[in-house]
């Protein structure tokens, strides 16, 4: 079977964690992660012409001043850049995440806009309009709570990584 | 000093001069003086003049500090080796805290796979772990292996992604991709963390340890090799690791630079991995609380078996011994005695006339063991055996008609030698000749019996022949014409014979005389007896002193021939041998000699006459009876049975 590597990135409790919990159930439990950085689960996405095994490498707490272990990136097929949209900062710092990513390696990104379930900061959509530009391959809305957009998600990966290569 | 001076210029110059005299140029000489204690003086007081000048204002950690912090930083340049060395102590507990709780967290999840591998048996070490508080996968590590390698991992750098893996247990379910991911995550984590300064040096985790458990890692260029190894291993799986590696990036070099996910290339690697599967089991596992009463029972069990072949390895040694140690025999040379799955080969020399080798080894006494006895003939050039060969030389002689070899053995330097013998076989010394043993070297005992021996027939019949004359022998057959009662006698005799010829033929040409009728016996008894009275009654007479015969008398002795004929017609008959004596007698006159002369011719001329008259001679006796008163001057006749007794006897026979 195939597998992809998939890289999932954000800054501190926009949900990553909990996309990802939600998607797959996984043994390791998240406080060991934190550690060391990164949480890997894994999950068979089941697309019409094969399966895909996602390696699902769950990024730990960036921001804008801690940055993040560049190597983790490498083999990726797929990054995931989370953001809040209750949190204008969010997306901010996704934005930087995106540009150190595209620096280190060529790779598409997808934008996932996260608590779709609370309302949105303000300014948010005219931000966002203006700031992600082609910078993105596809740009989703989630709700890790309500569990909305994130079979989707893991799906639209899922297509892209094998697209991508 | 300024105190008397004469004239302030003239004082002064004078003084300089004086000073400089003193002094020396710009006081030189007290520089001079002062310059050579300076060092020690400063040095004695350096310490605490700084520590009261940065007392006082603080300036000496101002001048000092970016003195110090250039000297610093040259130094970790030139040394930098000797700083990571000071400083590695240092950072390394941080990165341990870091680590140590991924490990918690792997051992973890390493748990949860080693439940699933285990049976009946894990229940029960589960129960024990839990009890003496080890965790149950260290237990069952501890209670199995020196060490195990449990799994093999065979991880693609770039992407952390798992190319093939090989488990132990096949039943167990694994998430050997996630581990992957994991390992890959914290090589990274961990390689960034100390070297993150120096990208171009790239470092690696070779080992990640517990008390029990250990992750060896072996990395290439494009893939590492993991193997989760439980207990102490040694380092030659270290090797093995690598050498599959090596493989595998020679082998899979395209692939390997290729990969998008799809592991399938690499399914054939599992042989490489595979190798990598070693383990080491503990010798025994017994717990002490119980008493393994199952592991004492085998280890009896054991050491009985081994016990007892010890035994057999002893029995068998000590009767090779035994053999070895045999009194030589003539004729066997023992060339090499030998345990040969538990039985005893024996490879020997033997002179055919030694006794036989089985027999020779039995005096070792080696009851019970099977023995293989390997065989080759020589010739012993052993004195005893010499003799012995005598008495073989005897025992092989060809067969003799009517010999009979009983017994030959050595007896004081001689052979001694029994024998049954036909009087008939040729002598014993004759057929010994064979033997070319001269006759003092041999002691004959000699029996005598009847030999059934075929080949002695002719003989026999020959002697047959000899004791019937009656018969002629031609051929092996008789012919003739036998009484009734001789005939009775030879077919006696040829039935002792032995029966290979054909009796029947031997005597078939024999003819018996016609048998008498016992009426007919006795009728020519009768008339036997009337001739012999009628004969015995008849007198020839003589002229006074002469023997010749008178006219009368030579007619008279016509009859007197047919009476003898008649005689010894019916005595032949009743198988009687009978003889005729022709008694003379004179008168008393004349002389005692010439009358004994004078009968005697009377009885001769008689006889002669008869004899004329075809009667045999043989069977007629002339006596001269010398003078009788009574019978004078005659010839009588008397018959006189020789074989009496016998013809009665014969007649008995006949009667029967
Ligand atoms: N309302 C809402 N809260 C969420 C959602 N996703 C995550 N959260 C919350 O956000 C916080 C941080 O989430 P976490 O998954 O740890 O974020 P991470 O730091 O990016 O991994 C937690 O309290 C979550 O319960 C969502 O979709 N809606
Ligand atoms: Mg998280």
Same mark, same amino acid.
């Given at each position: 079977?195939?597998?992809?590597?998939?890289?999932?990135?954000?800054?501190?409790?926009?949900?990553?964690?909990?996309?990802?919990?939600?998607?797959?159930?996984?043994?390791?439990?998240?406080?060991?992660?934190?550690?060391?950085?990164?949480?890997?689960?894994?999950?068979?996405?089941?697309?019409?012409?094969?399966?895909?095994?996602?390696?699902?490498?769950?990024?730990?707490?960036?921001?804008?001043?801690?940055?993040?272990?560049?190597?983790?990136?490498?083999?990726?097929?797929?990054?995931?850049?989370?953001?809040?949209?209750?949190?204008?900062?969010?997306?901010?710092?996704?934005?930087?995440?995106?540009?150190?990513?595209?620096?280190?390696?060529?790779?598409?990104?997808?934008?996932?806009?996260?608590?779709?379930?609370?309302?949105?900061?303000?300014?948010?959509?005219?931000?966002?309009?203006?700031?992600?530009?082609?910078?993105?391959?596809?740009?989703?809305?989630?709700?890790?709570?309500?569990?909305?957009?994130?079979?989707?998600?893991?799906?639209?990966?899922?297509?892209?990584?094998?697209?991508?290569? | 000093?300024?105190?008397?001076?004469?004239?302030?210029?003239?004082?002064?110059?004078?003084?300089?001069?004086?000073?400089?005299?003193?002094?020396?140029?710009?006081?030189?000489?007290?520089?001079?003086?002062?310059?050579?204690?300076?060092?020690?003086?400063?040095?004695?007081?350096?310490?605490?003049?700084?520590?009261?000048?940065?007392?006082?204002?603080?300036?000496?950690?101002?001048?000092?500090?970016?003195?110090?912090?250039?000297?610093?930083?040259?130094?970790?340049?030139?040394?930098?080796?000797?700083?990571?060395?000071?400083?590695?102590?240092?950072?390394?507990?941080?990165?341990?805290?870091?680590?140590?709780?991924?490990?918690?967290?792997?051992?973890?999840?390493?748990?949860?796979?080693?439940?699933?591998?285990?049976?009946?048996?894990?229940?029960?070490?589960?129960?024990?772990?839990?009890?003496?508080?080890?965790?149950?996968?260290?237990?069952?590590?501890?209670?199995?292996?020196?060490?195990?390698?449990?799994?093999?991992?065979?991880?693609?750098?770039?992407?952390?992604?798992?190319?093939?893996?090989?488990?132990?247990?096949?039943?167990?379910?694994?998430?050997?991709?996630?581990?992957?991911?994991?390992?890959?995550?914290?090589?990274?984590?961990?390689?960034?963390?100390?070297?993150?300064?120096?990208?171009?040096?790239?470092?690696?985790?070779?080992?990640?340890?517990?008390?029990?458990?250990?992750?060896?890692?072996?990395?290439?260029?494009?893939?590492?090799?993991?193997?989760?190894?439980?207990?102490?291993?040694?380092?030659?799986?270290?090797?093995?690791?690598?050498?599959?590696?090596?493989?595998?990036?020679?082998?899979?070099?395209?692939?390997?630079?290729?990969?998008?996910?799809?592991?399938?290339?690499?399914?054939?690697?599992?042989?490489?991995?595979?190798?990598?599967?070693?383990?080491?089991?503990?010798?025994?596992?017994?717990?002490?609380?119980?008493?393994?009463?199952?592991?004492?029972?085998?280890?009896?069990?054991?050491?009985?078996?081994?016990?007892?072949?010890?035994?057999?390895?002893?029995?068998?040694?000590?009767?090779?011994?035994?053999?070895?140690?045999?009194?030589?025999? &003539? +004729? /066997?040379? !023992?060339?090499?005695?030998?345990?040969?799955?538990? $039985?005893? @080969? #024996?490879?020997? =020399? *033997?002179? %055919?006339?030694?006794?036989?080798?089985?027999?020779?080894?039995?005096?070792?006494?080696?009851?019970?063991?099977?023995?293989?006895?390997?065989?080759?003939?020589?010739?012993?050039?052993?004195?005893?055996?010499?003799?012995?060969?005598?008495?073989?030389?005897?025992?092989?002689?060809?067969?003799? &008609? +009517? /010999?009979? !070899?009983?017994?030959?053995?050595?007896?004081?330097? $001689?052979? @001694? #030698?029994?024998? =049954? *013998?036909? %009087?008939?076989?040729?002598?014993?010394?004759?057929?010994?000749?064979?033997?070319?043993?001269?006759?003092?070297?041999?002691?004959?005992?000699?029996?005598?019996?009847?030999?059934?021996?075929?080949?002695?027939?002719?003989?026999?019949?020959?002697?047959?022949?000899?004791?019937?004359?009656?018969?002629?022998? /031609?051929?092996?057959?008789?012919?003739?014409?036998?009484?009734?009662?001789?005939?009775?006698?030879?077919?006696?005799?040829?039935?002792?014979?032995?029966?290979?010829?054909?009796?029947?033929?031997?005597?078939?040409?024999?003819?018996?005389?016609?048998?008498?009728?016992?009426?007919?016996?006795?009728?020519?008894?009768?008339?036997?007896?009337?001739?012999?009275?009628?004969?015995?009654?008849?007198?020839?007479?003589?002229?006074?002193?002469?023997?010749?015969?008178?006219?009368?008398?030579?007619?008279?002795?016509?009859?007197?021939?047919?009476?003898?004929?008649?005689?010894?017609?019916?005595?032949?008959?009743?198988?009687?041998?009978?003889?005729?004596?022709?008694?003379?007698?004179?008168?008393?006159?004349?002389?005692?000699?010439?009358?004994?002369?004078?009968?005697?011719?009377?009885?001769?001329?008689?006889?002669?006459?008869?004899?004329?008259?075809?009667?045999?001679?043989?069977?007629?006796?002339?006596?001269?009876?010398?003078?009788?008163?009574?019978?004078?001057?005659?010839?009588?006749?008397?018959?006189?049975?020789?074989?009496?007794?016998?013809?009665?006897?014969?007649?008995?026979?006949?009667?029967?």
């Amino acid at each position: 079977m195939i597998q992809k590597k998939v890289c999932i990135f954000g800054a501190s409790a926009v949900g990553k964690t909990s996309l990802v919990n939600r998607y797959v159930a996984g043994i390791f439990n998240d406080k060991y992660l934190t550690s060391i950085g990164v949480k890997i689960d894994k999950k068979i996405v089941k697309l019409n012409d094969n399966n895909v095994q996602l390696m699902l490498w769950d990024i730990e707490g960036i921001d804008r001043y801690s940055g993040f272990n560049r190597k983790f990136i490498r083999g990726a097929s797929v990054a995931i850049v989370v953001v809040d949209q209750s949190r204008i900062q969010s997306f901010q710092d996704g934005l930087e995440i995106t540009r150190m990513l595209k620096q280190e390696q060529e790779i598409p990104v997808i934008l996932v806009i996260n608590k779709s379930d609370l309302p949105p900061a303000d300014a948010w959509h005219s931000i966002l309009e203006n700031e992600s530009p082609s910078l993105f391959e596809a740009q989703l809305q989630t709700s890790a709570k309500q569990n909305t957009g994130v079979d989707n998600l893991f799906f639209d990966v899922a297509k892209i990584s094998l697209n991508h290569t | 000093m300024e105190s008397n001076n004469p004239s302030p210029l003239s004082e002064s110059q004078e003084l300089a001069d004086f000073r400089q005299i003193i002094l020396g140029k710009n006081n030189q000489r007290i520089r001079d003086v002062v310059e050579e204690d300076a060092r020690k003086i400063v040095s004695k007081v350096l310490t605490e003049a700084l520590h009261d000048r940065q007392n006082t204002d603080g300036t000496v950690s101002q001048v000092l500090a970016p003195l110090i912090e250039k000297a610093v930083e040259k130094s970790v340049l030139e040394k930098k080796d000797l700083f990571i060395g000071y400083l590695y102590p240092l950072v390394g507990g941080l990165i341990r805290k870091a680590v140590s709780a991924f490990i918690t967290g792997f051992m973890e999840q390493t748990n949860l796979l080693l439940e699933s591998s285990f049976t009946i048996k894990g229940l029960q070490w589960r129960f024990r772990a839990w009890r003496t508080g080890v965790p149950y996968a260290q237990y069952v590590i501890r209670q199995t292996f020196v060490f195990r390698v449990e799994q093999i991992l065979l991880i693609h750098n770039e992407t952390s992604m798992l190319l093939n893996t090989v488990v132990r247990d096949k039943t167990q379910a694994t998430d050997g991709d996630t581990v992957s991911a994991m390992l890959s995550a914290i090589n990274d984590f961990v390689s960034d963390s100390f070297y993150s300064a120096n990208k171009d040096n790239k470092q690696f985790l070779d080992e990640i340890k517990t008390d029990d458990f250990t992750l060896l890692i072996k990395q290439g260029p494009q893939a590492m090799l993991v193997a989760a190894i439980t207990g102490n291993y040694p380092a030659a799986i270290g090797e093995s690791l690598q050498l599959s590696l090596e493989t595998i990036h020679k082998i899979y070099g395209a692939e390997l630079d290729q990969f998008d996910g799809d592991a399938l290339p690499f399914v054939n690697t599992e042989q490489q991995l595979n190798d990598c599967l070693l383990a080491q089991q503990k010798e025994s596992i017994t717990l002490k609380k119980k008493k393994p009463w199952m592991a004492i029972a085998l280890f009896m069990a054991f050491f009985f078996v081994i016990g007892y072949f010890t035994l057999l390895q002893w029995q068998l040694n000590s009767k090779i011994q035994r053999i070895n140690s045999l009194v030589n025999t &003539p +004729g /066997i040379v !023992l060339l090499n005695v030998d345990a040969c799955n538990n $039985k005893i @080969c #024996i490879e020997l =020399l *033997r002179d %055919p006339l030694a006794q036989p080798a089985a027999k020779w080894i039995e005096h070792a006494k080696l009851a019970g063991t099977e023995i293989n006895i390997m065989e080759r003939p020589y010739r012993s050039l052993d004195p005893v055996l010499i003799k012995e060969s005598k008495v073989h030389k005897i025992k092989a002689l060809p067969a003799s &008609p +009517g /010999i009979v !070899l009983l017994d030959a053995e050595l007896c004081d330097d $001689k052979v @001694c #030698i029994t024998i =049954l *013998r036909d %009087p008939l076989a040729e002598p014993a010394l004759s057929w010994l000749k064979g033997t070319k043993l001269s006759a003092t070297e041999l002691v004959i005992n000699e029996r005598v019996y009847r030999s059934l021996d075929a080949q002695l027939t002719p003989l026999r019949l020959s002697l047959l022949a000899v004791q019937f004359p009656e018969l002629t022998y /031609i051929n092996h057959v008789f012919s003739g014409q036998l009484s009734q009662e001789k005939f009775r006698q030879l077919k006696h005799l040829v039935a002792a014979l032995p029966d290979e010829i054909n009796l029947k033929s031997i005597i078939s040409k024999v003819k018996v005389f016609p048998t008498l009728l016992p009426s007919k016996v006795k009728i020519n008894r009768a008339l036997l007896t009337q001739s012999i009275n009628k004969l015995e009654n008849t007198a020839i007479i003589f002229n006074q002193n002469e023997s010749q015969l008178s006219g009368f008398s030579l007619n008279k002795l016509t009859l007197v021939s047919q009476n003898v004929f008649e005689i010894l017609n019916l005595s032949e008959q009743l198988n009687s041998n009978i003889k005729i004596l022709i008694l003379g007698a004179s008168s008393p006159k004349g002389s005692k000699v010439h009358n004994r002369q004078l009968s005697l011719a009377r009885a001769q001329s008689v006889k002669t006459n008869l004899i004329s008259n075809k009667v045999d001679a043989e069977v007629m006796e002339a006596l001269g009876l010398g003078s009788l008163d009574k019978k004078d001057r005659r010839v009588m006749f008397s018959v006189v049975n020789i074989s009496a007794a016998k013809t009665a006897l014969d007649l008995e026979h006949t009667n029967q």
